[in-house]
């Protein structure tokens, strides 16, 4: 038998290609291809009274210069709302060049195509745009206070309002026995992949066909949006993702700009053209993400119950809202985590800035939630004096609620109803892992050495593997290669990795037979994206079940082959047998063979399956009326409901009492994502969304002056962390499988981001000892607080 | 046409990866460029164009380089080593490289070629590091993926490997 693949620690099947330097990004495609580059906006709002392009026109090699006045037809149209919702009342979105104004820096005004991108980013030099410049609004207590608008015919700068309530939160509130109030901040940081956005457009002129290739979360809704833009039918434009480095939300948007133009300026040139976003480009017309005011009132009983949850947000969409509102309603509802909060009510107002528009980045409103519930809960232990674990232990779902329905939409427009998850056991693991019981002694200790430390904990529940659905194509070839297609999109999950497993496991092949292609529309045509925690749930059961129907099929073909019942039969290693009689076996590829009944042979196996080979039954067609050629099988996935995937951190950090340096001494992460498909892959994802969970904490912020310029539009002046600032993560797993999907998957992609900030807020406060309703936190803002806080400066550093 | 119009291009010589390789460049072509468009050696990747990602890393007589803050012509006095040259088979895998693989050190693979071409150079200098060591030698790379938490897991494998595989040559 064959060892079972799934829940193996199997070595990537990519990593060989990208280590030697044989990945195929975008940029390292197109070689000769003419690039694109772009004049973008210096201000925040502004009219455009003239664009002057003459003088680029003087440079050799510019091909090209368009200004929205070039834009025929649906091309010139404003960007589509990709995600309508009845609650954004007030949706808009930019166009592909700028219309007659301009509402953040870096959106994009002209398009000049030349012969390389130096020379495209010379003429972008010369061309002279002239601006009459209004006031912008920046930040969400202006765009709150509504003196000026973003959009003139947006009054008060809210794209979207939306309540939910579940209870009779006024009564309830009105009865608990204790009420606390909290304001609470959350700052702006943004995906940063290591690689940017690209496109790169093939026009085939002959075929009258576009073949593009973009560093895209979603080919399919790229291939969509771009033959709907360019009015071209869906089956000459194909959508191919290659190596893409790294997502984390900014690329399931679409289409961008660039994505649009790129392709229709091949049309119209006749030629291969391509651009490369440059880091700049991506910090100023790519997508941030998290800004958040909050206010939350909460009643509770003297155990520290929760009673009542009454949260106000504001939200700051930016400039824009292509992605509607996916991200505060994300907050609003998984803010709850594993708690029942009583009777709840929420209400959000989503808001116009003049800054870059605002989408999903891993974790997608979830930080923002966390760490709102999470500061509460950390609040209410201190209002009643009671262990922080004690106060949410208190208020966690009971595996035995399962499945728990919170009376509230979700985000996939259905209830939010969690299908499994033990949470006591996952808090009693992390206060194992972390040691929470003998922290007071460790505390105590490091008082004595002059050195302050505080220990601090989140806890989260993810809503993973949303709809609507993902496809997969299983296909046995005759020399035993297994070739396996999804539609959505690979930004280094490991997907060719975990998907080989599955399906090596469903058919009974060995792993390196089977070859995963993702995000290419030429392969799979129905898909949706790569987002949401949703690759391994989606495509993985899909995979799975299109590997069954070829199993079935092959063990139907093999049954007749070897005259006995399909019920005997068993596959490994790519050998189907009969049960108990080892000799009477047929490979698969030879099942494959006879699956496709030939009239011209091509090599010695095809020779096998010619008419003129074998017996056959003369009243029967080759292929029967029910059936198909070819050992290949198609399925798709689709869940009633998202998958419900949690976790509890725990960190120990130490602030210097003098400085205010805060340094993370350990972080501990208890991860729950159900069946564990390849644990290597699901530690490492916990580990990249810890340090970026840490980055949202301690360094990273965009810095938006009042003019609406980003101040620290670069990775020496945006601090993404280094080895040097990101903890030795410990971790431990419990596998409670998801009962909605046949592998019992739930997503791992988001889940290390999550209850970051929430956390080291958590350990912060437990240092210092006083609230931390604010984060990111630098020392400098650290050491502001303590002054807030001790009203005597002389007993700064004296400790 | 202007007389900023026409550029001057330079004929020049670059030793990569042990091969002497020509190009006709204007002189403020950047060596990432150079590799990249030029010689078609596209592992060598751009993740800032300021010197501070670490993705374009790149040996220039065998000590780490930013490709991106270096011109193509003054490189022409250099041994310049890109992470082709530290092993460009994806069946015959450099000890950092197999390393990397057995450690799952990398994820999207972006960054990877500058970690790979750094840590490459550091085991030359330091071939028996400490985790400690291992982790201070790679916080000028930028990862968005990994943590780094399995890049210094990869850096003490690779001295290890490096290790073994002089033991079996022996």
Redesign the interface.
């Known amino acids: 038998m064959s060892t079972r693949q799934v829940g193996e620690k199997v070595?990537?099947r990519?990593?060989?290609?990208?280590?030697?330097?044989?990945?195929?990004?975008v940029?390292?495609l197109g070689?000769g291809a003419l690039q694109a580059a772009f004049v973008r906006s210096p201000h925040a709002h502004a009219r455009i009274t003239d664009i002057d392009i003459a003088d680029a026109w003087?440079?050799?090699g510019v091909e090209a210069v368009y200004t929205w006045e070039d834009l025929e037809g649906r091309v010139g149209e404003p960007l589509p709302v990709l995600i309508p919702h009845p609650a954004m009342t007030h949706p808009r979105t930019g166009y592909c060049l700028a219309k007659d104004e301009v509402n953040h820096v870096g959106e994009a005004v002209v398009m000049v195509v030349a012969r390389?991108?130096?020379v495209a980013e010379d003429a972008c030099g010369r061309i002279r745009v002239s601006y009459e410049t209004l006031p912008p609004v920046v930040g969400l207590e202006n765009a709150r206070a509504a003196a000026r608008l973003v959009h003139d015919d947006v009054p008060g700068n809210v794209s979207a309002n939306l309540r939910q309530e579940v209870g009779d939160v006024d009564t309830a509130m009105a009865a608990a026995p204790n009420r606390l109030t909290l304001e609470l901040e959350i700052e702006r940081s943004a995906c940063?992949?290591?690689?940017g956005k690209g496109v790169y457009a093939r026009w085939d002129a002959d075929d009258e066909s576009l073949r593009l290739h973009s560093s895209t979360q979603t080919s399919t809704g790229v291939r969509a949006a771009v033959a709907a833009k360019l009015g071209m039918p869906l089956a000459k434009v194909e959508v191919v993702t290659p190596?893409?480095?790294?997502g984390?939300g900014v690329k399931i948007v679409h289409p961008w700009p660039e994505e649009v133009l790129v392709p229709w300026a091949a049309r119209r040139l006749g030629r291969d053209v391509k651009w490369t976003e440059?880091?700049r480009e991506h910090f100023v017309s790519s997508a941030h993400e998290r800004g958040q005011l909050q206010e939350v009132e909460v009643g509770f009983d003297d155990d520290g119950r929760l009673l009542a949850l009454d949260v106000r947000f504001w939200h700051d969409n930016g400039a824009y809202t292509p992605y509607g509102i996916i991200v505060p309603i994300i907050t609003a509802t998984q803010l709850l985590g594993p708690y029942k909060p009583g009777a709840y009510r929420v209400e959000f107002w989503s808001m116009y800035t003049n800054t870059v528009l605002v989408t999903p980045y891993r974790g997608a409103g979830r930080p923002q939630g966390c760490y709102a519930m999470e500061r509460t809960m950390d609040a209410i232990a201190a209002h009643l004096g009671l262990d922080r674990t004690e106060v949410r232990s208190r208020n966690f779902i009971q595996p035995d609620e399962m499945p728990y329905d919170h009376g509230l939409m979700f985000q996939d427009g259905r209830p939010l109803k969690y299908d499994s998850g033990d949470f006591p056991a996952s808090l009693a693991k992390l206060k194992e892992l972390v040691g929470w019981d003998d922290f007071a002694a460790y505390r105590e200790q490091a008082a004595a050495e002059g050195r302050r430390v505080g220990l601090g904990i989140g806890c989260y529940v993810e809503g993973t593997g949303v709809g609507p659905y993902e496809g997969g194509h299983v296909q046995v070839e005759t020399n035993g290669r297994v070739n396996v297609a999804t539609g959505l999109t690979t930004?280094?999950?490991?997907h060719q990795t975990v998907l080989a497993q599955i399906v090596a496991d469903e058919l009974g092949v060995r792993l390196e037979d089977v070859h995963v292609t993702t995000g290419d529309t030429r392969r799979m045509a129905y898909a949706v994206g790569t987002f949401a925690s949703r690759g391994a749930v989606m495509s993985g059961n899909a995979v799975a079940l299109a590997a069954r129907v070829v199993r079935e099929k092959a063990l139907r073909i093999a049954a007749d082959a070897l005259e006995v019942s399909a019920d005997d039969l068993e596959i490994a290693d790519g050998v189907i047998s009969v049960k108990g009689a080892p000799g009477s076996s047929i490979d698969l590829k030879t099942v494959a063979v006879l699956s496709n009944p030939l009239r011209y042979a091509f090599d010695t196996s095809a020779q096998a399956a010619t008419q003129f080979a074998g017996t056959f039954d003369p009243d029967k067609p080759p292929v029967a009326d029910d059936d198909e050629p070819g050992l290949e099988g198609q399925d798709f996935y689709s869940p009633t409901q998202a998958t419900f995937a949690n976790g509890m951190h725990a960190a120990v950090v130490e602030t210097d009492p003098v400085t205010a340096e805060i340094r993370i001494l350990r972080y501990c992460v208890v991860h729950d994502c159900g069946v564990m498909v390849n644990p290597?892959?699901v530690?490492?994802?916990v580990?990249?969304?810890?340090?970026?969970g840490v980055g949202g904490a301690l360094y990273e912020r965009m810095v938006y002056d009042e003019g609406g310029q980003l101040l620290n539009a670069?990775?020496?002046d945006f601090l993404?962390p280094?080895?040097?600032e990101?903890p030795?993560?410990e971790t431990d797993h419990l596998e409670t499988p998801s009962p909605l999907n046949p592998l019992g998957l739930k997503g791992a992609g988001e889940a290390?981001t999550i209850p970051v900030s929430a956390v080291i807020a958590s350990a912060i406060e437990d240092a210092e000892g006083f609230p931390i309703r604010s984060m990111p936190i630098s020392p400098p803002e650290l050491w502001a607080l303590r002054r807030t806080h001790s009203p005597d400066p002389a007993q700064e550093g004296t400790s | 046409?202007?007389e900023?119009?026409?550029?001057q291009l330079l004929e020049i010589t670059l030793r990569v990866n042990g091969v002497r390789r020509s190009a006709r460049v204007?002189a403020?072509?950047l060596l990432s460029?150079a590799l990249?468009?030029d010689l078609?050696?596209?592992?060598?990747?751009?993740?800032?164009?300021?010197g501070?990602?670490g993705?374009c890393t790149v040996l220039l007589d065998g000590e780490p380089a930013r490709a991106c803050l270096v011109l193509a012509v003054t490189a022409q006095a250099h041994e310049i080593t890109?992470?082709?040259g530290i092993?460009?088979?994806?069946?015959n895998?450099s000890p950092v490289?197999q390393a990397?693989?057995?450690s799952?050190a990398?994820?999207?693979?972006?960054?990877?070629?500058g970690f790979?071409t750094t840590i490459s150079a550091f085991l030359v200098e330091n071939p028996h590091p400490t985790p400690e060591e291992a982790?201070?030698a790679?916080?000028?790379?930028?990862?968005?993926?990994?943590?780094?938490?399995?890049?210094?897991k990869a850096v003490v494998r690779a001295s290890e490997i490096v290790a073994e595989r002089a033991e079996a040559g022996r």
């Open positions: 070595q990537r990519e990593d060989p290609r990208l280590l030697t330097g044989n990945g195929r990004y940029d390292d070689r003087e440079l050799d390389d991108r130096y940063m992949p290591m690689e190596d893409v480095g790294g984390f440059d880091r930004q280094g999950q490991g290597m892959i530690e490492g994802q580990h990249g969304g810890v340090a970026q670069s990775f020496m993404i280094y080895a040097s990101v030795h993560v290390g | 046409m202007s900023a119009a026409a550029e204007p403020r072509r460029d990249r468009h078609g050696l596209t592992g060598t990747h751009v993740g800032c164009e300021h501070v990602c993705a890109t992470v082709e092993g460009s088979d994806p069946a895998l490289q990397f693989a057995e799952h990398l994820q999207c693979g972006f960054c990877t070629p790979i982790r201070e790679i916080s000028g790379n930028l990862c968005r993926c990994t943590g780094y938490q399995n890049i210094v």
